[in-house]
């Protein structure tokens, strides 16, 4: 096989007349089409330079692109091709300005990504009512038949998402009353207003710290492990399963889930509100001194009971969105890891905006009430 290679003459009017030779293809191992280019490049830049191709034996994309990126992509009349090799520059060329159009940047692009955008956001609302309406005919269905309740499924969610949330919540409920209690302690010493951590802290964590951080942690514990759960039976066909053996998979996937949520919310509210404020009573009685006892016999009598039935709503409420939000988001996961992975992460999310966003209606529909 003969190498690329070439031979350079002039005319009598002193313009140079390069001819290619050989094999133009990188099926020959001794072509270097840099060092070629290299050598070629006084000729490329000289516009009267005529080219013969006429004794190329083979030429492939390869070796075409190393001399059309020398003529600046364009064929002219100083060059002699064979009919295939003109054949071969021309696609090239093609393919160039093509690739060189979708570089443009096109002014409607910003457009058609709002546009995508809200024709997604509006199919999410879509499948998200639909979700939503099924749920409630399988809540009405249980009515009339009671015996066909899912207990096991209901009770293993409240465990799972109830009992072995205690832990973690207990300590980041705690160590959030200690930061809130040690930052108020300084402000309120430095105006002599000691006694009123109390009613700071009762009213912060019991209205609106509490139901928060509950959903903010249930969203990313209990909210993801769903939605992976059903994205896993999405992937390994389970709910194709159930379809086909006639079982309702709202009855059997969603529903226990989100009844589950939805019944421990308002107990983890408790028990996270309890820890908050026994966090802040810790902190008061180091800074201030301000004795638990006092704390506690104190805070009833500031904060209103109407706040305490509220805060256990807004758990009741943010539980319901939050898993309601886990199931949309694994129903809709396609057969592959990396859906999975995204739907997970958006399903957290979107929990915790749903969570703020309910948690900022609610709290402008019950601005007048105990406060």
Same mark, same amino acid.
């Given at each position: 096989?003969?190498?690329?290679s070439?031979?350079v *003459?002039q005319d009598?009017?002193?313009?140079?007349?390069v001819?290619?030779?050989?094999?133009?293809?990188?099926?020959?191992?001794l072509?270097? #089409?840099?060092?070629l280019?290299?050598?070629?490049?006084?000729?490329?830049?000289?516009?009267?330079?005529?080219?013969d191709?006429l004794e190329?034996?083979q030429? +492939?994309?390869?070796?075409?692109?190393?001399l059309?990126? =020398?003529?600046?992509?364009?064929?002219? +009349?100083?060059?002699?091709?064979?009919p295939?090799?003109a054949?071969?520059?021309?696609?090239?060329?093609?393919?160039?300005?093509?690739?060189?159009k979708?570089? /443009?940047?096109?002014?409607?692009?910003?457009?058609?990504?709002?546009?995508k955008g809200?024709?997604?956001f509006?199919?999410?609302i879509?499948?998200?009512?639909?979700l939503?309406?099924?749920?409630l005919?399988?809540?009405?269905?249980?009515?009339r038949?009671?015996? +066909?309740?899912?207990?096991?499924? #209901?009770s293993a969610? /409240?465990?799972?998402?109830?009992?072995?949330?205690?832990?973690?919540t207990?300590?980041? =409920? #705690?160590m959030?009353?200690i930061v809130?209690g040690?930052l108020?302690?300084?402000?309120?010493h430095?105006?002599?207003a000691?006694v009123y951590?109390?009613n700071?802290?009762?009213?912060?964590i019991?209205?609106?710290?509490?139901?928060?951080?509950?959903a903010v942690?249930v969203?990313?514990?209990s909210?993801?492990?769903? *939605?992976?759960?059903?994205? /896993?039976?999405?992937?390994?066909?389970?709910?194709d399963?159930?379809?086909?053996m006639?079982?309702?998979? *709202?009855l059997?996937?969603?529903?226990?889930?989100?009844l589950?949520?939805?019944?421990?919310?308002?107990l983890?509210?408790?028990?996270?509100s309890?820890?908050?404020l026994?966090?802040?009573?810790?902190a008061?009685?180091?800074?201030?001194g301000?004795?638990?006892?006092? #704390?506690f016999?104190y805070?009833?009598?500031?904060?209103?009971?109407?706040?305490?039935t509220?805060?256990l709503?807004?758990?009741l409420m943010?539980?319901?969105? /939050?898993?309601?939000?886990?199931?949309?988001?694994?129903?809709?996961i396609?057969?592959? *890891?990396?859906?999975?992975?995204n739907?997970?992460?958006?399903?957290?999310v979107?929990?915790?905006? =749903?969570?703020?966003?309910?948690?900022a209606?609610?709290?402008?529909l019950?601005?007048?009430?105990?406060?």
């Open positions: 096989m003969t190498a690329a070439f031979r *003459t009598g009017q002193g313009r140079h007349h001819q290619l030779l050989g094999q133009w293809s990188l099926r020959v191992s072509n270097d #089409f840099a060092k280019k290299k050598s070629l490049q006084p000729f490329f830049a000289d516009n009267f330079t005529k080219w191709l190329v034996h030429l +492939d994309a390869a070796g075409a692109a190393t059309l990126s =020398g003529w600046e992509n364009k064929l002219n +009349d100083n060059i002699s091709l064979k295939e090799h054949e071969l520059f021309n696609t090239l060329i093609s393919l160039a300005k093509t690739s060189d979708k570089t /443009v940047s096109d002014w409607l692009s910003p457009l058609n990504s709002l546009g809200v024709l997604q509006m199919h999410h879509v499948e998200f009512s639909r939503l309406v099924s749920l005919i399988e809540i009405a269905y249980l009515f038949h009671p015996q +066909d309740f899912p207990w096991r499924e #209901f969610n /409240v465990y799972k998402s109830g009992v072995n949330a205690l832990p973690v207990a300590l980041l =409920g #705690f959030i009353g809130m040690y108020m302690s300084k402000q309120l430095t105006f002599g000691d951590i109390v700071i802290l009762g009213l912060s019991i209205r609106e710290l509490g139901p928060v951080l509950m942690l969203a990313g514990r909210g993801s492990a769903m *939605t992976a759960q059903i994205g /896993v039976m999405r992937v390994t066909d389970e709910i399963a159930l379809t086909t006639g079982i309702s998979r *709202t059997r996937v969603v529903l226990p889930k989100v589950g949520l939805t019944f421990v919310s308002p983890l509210v408790l028990w996270t309890s820890w908050a026994t966090g802040g009573a810790f008061s009685n180091l800074e201030l301000i004795s638990f006892r006092f #704390f016999d805070l009833p009598l500031v904060v209103q009971p109407i706040n305490l509220l805060s709503l807004k758990g943010f539980g319901f969105v /939050v898993a309601l939000v886990a199931c949309h988001f694994g129903l809709r396609k057969p592959n *890891t990396e859906s999975l992975s739907s997970t992460t958006s399903s957290v979107t929990a915790i905006s =749903g969570v703020i966003l309910v948690n209606i609610f709290a402008i019950t601005r007048s009430i105990g406060v």
